[in-house]
């Protein structure tokens, strides 16, 4: 159980172009999930919480119209990267947790290049 | 603020050899500590976890953590490592089991043969 899955696992775009990353939880309903960003051969670093049905609630830094995170269902979350800059390519884990004080679960990743 | 400190960047212990990777952490109250382990590419796979009760804790694949609350330290330790274990691993800190996480810089393991 506890299983949380990521599509596309790996995009490749052109600067300029919008790209939208899905989170899903497979088998809980995720209350809320949360976006990490991981630069090559660095951390995770927190970008965003989101909770279903509110709006994200984003970390100091992360542009909130730059990073686009809707969480409209309990089994899934969407974080779409605006006019995607060279820059903005990292390695995008999400996670998810039910209740306020469970365990999250992260997904696999997604692995963005903008050309 | 909370903040984990990971001070190896890299190590490298032979095959069969035991290892202990370091993890201090900074936190006001109790805290909530992970291991987890990254292989390249992927994504992050839990090893264990701190919440409370016992402050040596039995994880997958070998690994044990010891909670030292007097020296803010979680280390991860394996007494015998396989090639497979060679992966970026990184401590974590959260003030509950499902609130935002604050990871570390991580360790790179390299196993020799």
């Known amino acids: 159980g506890a299983v949380v899955s990521q599509h596309p696992s790996w995009v490749i775009c052109k600067s300029g172009t919008s790209v939208k990353i899905e989170c899903r939880s497979l088998?809980?309903?995720?209350?809320?999930m949360f976006w990490y960003r991981q630069f090559p051969k660095q951390s995770l670093m927190l970008m965003a919480t989101?909770?279903?049905?509110?709006?994200?609630?984003?970390e100091q830094g992360v542009e909130k119209d730059k990073f686009l995170i809707n969480h409209a269902s309990l089994t899934l979350s969407t974080l779409t990267v605006t006019s995607a800059h060279p820059e903005d390519s990292s390695f995008y884990i999400c996670s998810a947790r039910q209740g306020n004080y469970n365990e999250q679960f992260f997904g696999p990743g997604t692995r963005l290049t903008v050309l | 603020a909370q903040s984990v400190t990971q001070p190896d960047i890299h190590i490298t212990v032979s095959e069969g050899a035991s290892l202990e990777l370091r993890c201090n952490y900074s936190?006001?109250?109790?805290?909530?500590l992970f291991w987890y382990v990254q292989s390249p590419g992927q994504g992050l796979q839990l090893l264990l976890k701190?919440?409370?009760?016992?402050?040596l804790v039995q994880g997958i694949k070998g690994f044990e953590a010891e909670f030292k609350r007097s020296q803010s330290s979680f280390n991860l330790r394996k007494p015998s490592v396989h090639w497979s274990d060679a992966a970026e691993y990184f401590c974590a800190v959260g003030a509950n089991a499902g609130n935002m996480l604050t990871f570390g810089g991580g360790t790179r393991l390299m196993v020799k043969p």
């Open positions: 936190y006001g109250a109790t805290p909530y």
């Open positions: 701190y919440f409370s009760g016992d402050t």
């Open positions: 989101s909770n279903e049905g509110s709006k994200a609630t984003y």
């Open positions: 088998d809980f309903q995720a209350t809320t």
